[in-house]
């Protein structure tokens, strides 16, 4: 029962029911929690860590079934390899064939599952993994069973567009950001770090760049794929014809069929920039959404700008900004979010979530206006999904 | 001739794989012997070994007590394998 659980000062326990209510799915670099919400999402109740010392990159319920949850986990010695639980991690089952590259000569190696994605609605058990170094990959069975994903692996424009590790973020060049259009199974997008954004309309039997309008770092020259860096590539569930980007230089939208990249963060504050890792969407309003600014100046100190961590919100599609920083840290704060590790749930009033590098898990239960922390002392947080359940 | 079954002493970050820290396999390589373990145990192997058939950066191996860096290496009866972590094995950034 649910009076009987005991709370933490933060307002978590240690025995989540899986019945009804918003999960906050959170990976870190040593481990997972799930986190669940009361109907008000005011108090929530944990589980975890799942895999204690596994570094895992992100953790996805799949909105089709509500039950398949797929982890991807490595660990400093072991190789990397994804698990999977349809009881909402009370166990888990590992894949029997994780992601991985062809043997060949000269062949590369996955260093780790990155990301993952449900696909289509009507492709039940499908889904798709971005790794590091870039790989897309499918599996068509619930994540048990994974193969490489189209000839992209092997295009030797591809493969010079992904550049070299050295190209690649801190963490390894990565595939992130796949999404799939709605309307149509075939139509897919994904974003390389470095690498730029890409689409297939015929189910991955041909690529092309979508990179126009995107500027790049001072002095390179942004016709060159390899030097683009997407961090995060959203698209409005409310209207697929129109994607976000927050990019390594600037926050981007895109409306479809254009192809030209908008940078609506040039309307930010010229003090705050618009650098970020993350981007999150209104679910059912295509102007609104939200970033999460970081110092993006001199060396790159990817910290909470002046160490007062702050979110951005956006009503009108890019055109002006508002400061969000009610019960967040007025000062010396000098964590930032990743560009999985913050999500949006699908309230009638949005709730917000995010975890920061420092192990804190933050909320908003009213669409950023104000923010309470829910969770201290985690592992450092590298993704926060939300799901509903029940 | 039937192949050698031989020791396997398991690191720490495979006993969810072996459920004990030593265990049997049998192979006339540390290659083979891997892939037994794999059928054993299943998944174990590629948490080692790469898709490109190398050992894992900071997996070590050793047979009767000396480092083994080829899977190649022969395996003879009365053979004792360790599998150890290194101790470099943190993340990418080399910190724990």
């Known amino acids: 029962m649910a009076k009987a659980r005991k709370k933490t000062k933060s307002g978590t326990s240690n025995n989540a029911r899986a019945s009804g209510g918003t999960l906050l799915l959170v990976a870190t670099r040593k481990g997972a929690w799930i986190y669940k919400g009361d109907a008000a999402r005011k108090e929530w109740r944990s589980t975890g860590p799942h895999f204690l010392g596994h570094i895992i990159h992100h953790m996805m319920l799949d909105p089709r079934d509500g039950k398949t949850l797929l982890a991807a986990a490595s660990t400093g010695h072991l190789g990397p390899t994804i698990f999977r639980s349809t009881d909402m991690g009370k166990s888990w089952k590992e894949a029997t064939r994780p992601p991985a590259f062809k043997k060949k000569e000269g062949g590369r190696t996955v260093h780790h599952n990155f990301w993952l994605t449900p696909a289509h609605g009507n492709e039940p058990n499908v889904w798709y993994a971005g790794t590091s170094p870039q790989g897309l990959f499918r599996s068509e069975d619930g994540g048990v069973t994974w193969n490489e994903f189209s000839g992209l692996h092997d295009d030797k424009q591809y493969r010079e567009w992904m550049g070299s590790e050295q190209d690649g973020t801190p963490n390894g060049p990565m595939i992130h950001s796949i999404i799939i259009d709605p309307r149509n199974p075939k139509h897919l997008y994904f974003a390389m770090s470095g690498g730029g954004v890409h689409e297939t309309v015929d189910g991955g039997k041909h690529w092309a760049p979508l990179i126009d309008g995107m500027e790049v770092v001072e002095g390179f020259d942004p016709k060159t794929v390899t030097f683009h860096d997407p961090h995060c590539v959203r698209m409005c569930p409310s209207n697929p014809d129109r994607l976000y980007q927050q990019n390594h230089c600037g926050i981007y939208r895109l409306d479809r069929p254009g192809k030209v990249w908008k940078r609506i963060g040039k309307a930010m504050p010229a003090k705050v920039g618009d650098v970020g890792f993350p981007i999150v969407l209104h679910p059912r309003d295509d102007e609104r959404c939200w970033v999460l600014p970081m110092d993006g100046q001199t060396v790159w100190p990817r910290t909470s700008v002046g160490g007062k961590p702050a979110i951005y919100s956006t009503g009108n599609g890019g055109k002006s900004w508002t400061r969000l920083d009610t019960g967040l840290p007025k000062a010396e704060a000098w964590w930032t979010v990743k560009r999985q590790a913050f999500a949006a749930d699908m309230g009638t009033t949005v709730g917000l979530y995010f975890g920061t590098t420092s192990g804190e898990l933050w909320a908003s239960r009213n669409e950023g206006k104000a923010w309470n922390c829910i969770a201290r002392h985690l592992p450092e947080i590298y993704a926060v999904e939300t799901a509903t359940i029940g | ?96």
Do not use: W
């Open chain 2, 1 to 96: 001739m039937a192949e050698p079954i031989v020791k396997v002493l398991i690191a720490s970050p495979l006993l969810s794989y072996t459920g004990a820290d030593e265990v049997e396999a049998c192979g006339a390589s540390l290659g083979a012997l891997l892939k037994d373990l794999d059928r054993r145990y299943p998944g174990i192997r590629f948490r080692m070994v790469d898709e490109q058939e190398q050992l894992r950066r900071h997996m070590r191996f050793f047979v009767n007590g000396e480092i083994v860096k080829d899977l190649g290496h022969p395996i003879k009866t009365g053979d004792e394998v360790g599998i150890v972590q290194a101790l470099s094995g943190g993340e990418r950034s080399g910190l724990p």
